[in-house]
T-cell receptor, first 115, second 109 residues
Framework: GAVVSQHPSWVICKSGTSVKIECRSL??????MFWYRQFPKQSLMLMAT?????????EQGVEKDKFLINHASLTLSTLTVTSAHPEDSSFYIC???????????FGPGTRLTVL | KNEVEQSPQNLTAQEGEFITINCSYS?????LHWLQQHPGGGIVSLFM???GKKKHGRLIATINIQEKHSSLHITASHPRDSAVYIC???????????FGTGTSLTVIP
């Protein structure tokens, strides 16, 4: 079946650095990618929706200059957390759709810890 | 107000017990998903429902569109079923998900 991978699975970085998270569809083309953030014990919060070849659509309250999303190919979408701060520490997950019935596939997630 | 409400929030069961998790939603939907999130964080889609009932192994999911309610049942629960179960709906208006807050299930041997 379709698989979505994320890299890295976890990352620890210093405050002020930038971190890039990759989300890849391994055996299908992902036209649309959704990026979520999940804080401990909370539900997933949609950050942005990206479509291949076009600018991402960000949810209200999400800074597009801080969370840069690139969806340059049908198999790769990236989320870059720029100038990361401790409050950006979270679990970041991507989701995409595939197939005739829009089956949902989630990436395994990336746990970001900013010191 | 959350469009999707789940109950219970936390559930502890003995191995072998029959488990039910409930989900109510307030919007018109095109589909409802039950998701499983293990402690490591990865999410797996268990079921996608738009009507009726689906069964996969020991898991059964039902939905009542008129009542805007769905249930996830686990028969003969096992410690490996311990996870957070999340109900998510796709509204008629698009591909966005509305997520419930999840039910944390712990099955004790």
């Amino acid at each position: 079946g379709a698989v979505v991978s994320q890299h890295p699975s976890w990352v620890i970085c210093k405050s002020g650095t930038s971190v890039k998270i990759e989300c890849r569809s391994l055996d299908f083309q992902a036209t649309t990618m959704f990026w979520y953030r999940q804080f401990p014990k909370q539900s997933l919060m949609l950050m942005a929706t990206s479509n291949e070849g076009s600018k991402a659509t960000y949810e209200q309250g999400v800074e597009k200059d801080k969370f840069l999303i690139n969806h340059a190919s049908l198999t790769l979408s990236t989320l870059t957390v720029t100038s990361a701060h401790p409050e950006d520490s979270s679990f970041y997950i991507c989701r995409t759709l595939a197939g005739l019935y829009n089956e949902q596939f989630f990436g395994p997630g990336t746990r970001l810890t900013v010191l | 107000k959350n469009e999707v409400e789940q109950s219970p929030q936390n559930l502890t069961a003995q191995e072998g017990e029959f488990i039910t998790i409930n989900c109510s939603y307030s919007v018109g939907i095109s589909a409802l998903h039950w998701l499983q999130q293990h402690p490591g964080g990865g999410i797996v889609s268990l079921f996608m429902l738009s009507s009726g009932k689906k069964k996969h192994g020991r898991l059964i999911a039902t939905i009542n569109i008129q009542e805007k309610h769905s249930s996830l049942h686990i028969t003969a629960s096992h410690p490996r079923d311990s996870a957070v179960y999340i109900c998510a709906v796709i509204p008629n208006t698009g591909n966005q998900f509305y997520f419930g807050t999840g039910t944390s299930l712990t099955v004790i041997p």
